[in-house]
């Protein structure tokens, strides 16, 4: 598939998403780099965002929770430009009813070529990294060209 090349901003978006064994972590690695995150745009699904929030002071664009649709919400956002990074504790011991929305956002991550990170110690990296500070860039689909080609 043609791709094309686009520039984050300097503010980012960012993604938040824990499963439930995993939420202590999430929060205590926001607390740990809450100076980092601040100045960002942050999204996270229901639960998840509203404990960040209570737990770290952190202002967090609560989706809906997980189980419910918040996964694809953040698929969905994804699919329109609007994250950069996804942070996503995922519980890697737990089946969870919603097991097709967690492939399904994972997928839309790598299709759109979004850094995920799934552990406190690849987020240390992502959040470390002097491209979570400037602006970087990043190949994406090239959709006109994707659908021009699919039209004819
Ligand atoms: O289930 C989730 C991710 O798959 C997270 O949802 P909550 O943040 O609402 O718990």
Same mark, same amino acid.
């Given at each position: 598939?043609?791709?094309?090349?686009?520039?984050?901003?300097?503010?980012?978006?960012?993604?938040?998403?824990?499963?439930?064994?995993?939420?202590?972590?999430?929060?205590? *690695?926001?607390?740990?780099?809450?100076?980092?995150?601040?100045?960002?745009?942050?999204?996270?699904?229901?639960?998840?965002?509203?404990?960040?929030?209570?737990?770290?002071?952190?202002?967090?664009?609560?989706?809906?929770?997980?189980?419910?649709? /918040?996964?694809?919400?953040?698929?969905?956002?994804?699919?329109?430009?609007?994250?950069?990074?996804?942070?996503?504790? *995922?519980?890697?011991?737990?089946?969870?009813?919603?097991?097709?929305?967690?492939?399904?956002?994972?997928?839309?991550?790598?299709?759109?070529?979004?850094?995920?990170?799934?552990?406190?110690?690849?987020?240390?990296?992502?959040? /470390?990294?002097?491209?979570?500070?400037?602006?970087?860039?990043?190949?994406?689909?090239?959709?006109?060209?994707?659908?021009?080609?699919?039209? /004819?």
């Amino acid at each position: 598939m043609q791709q094309k090349t686009i520039h984050t901003a300097a503010t980012k978006q960012v993604a938040l998403v824990a499963h439930d064994n995993k939420k202590q972590e999430l929060v205590a *690695w926001c607390q740990k780099h809450k100076a980092d995150l601040a100045p960002h745009t942050l999204y996270g699904t229901g639960t998840t965002g509203a404990i960040i929030e209570r737990e770290t002071g952190l202002t967090i664009n609560k989706l809906i929770s997980g189980p419910l649709g /918040g996964d694809q919400q953040i698929g969905s956002l994804i699919t329109e430009g609007k994250v950069d990074f996804l942070i996503f504790f *995922w519980d890697p011991f737990q089946p969870m009813p919603h097991d097709p929305d967690v492939k399904a956002l994972l997928r839309i991550a790598a299709v759109w070529n979004i850094p995920v990170a799934c552990n406190r110690s690849s987020a240390d990296v992502m959040v /470390g990294s002097t491209l979570f500070r400037g602006s970087f860039e990043r190949q994406v689909p090239d959709y006109d060209s994707y659908l021009k080609e699919r039209l /004819g």
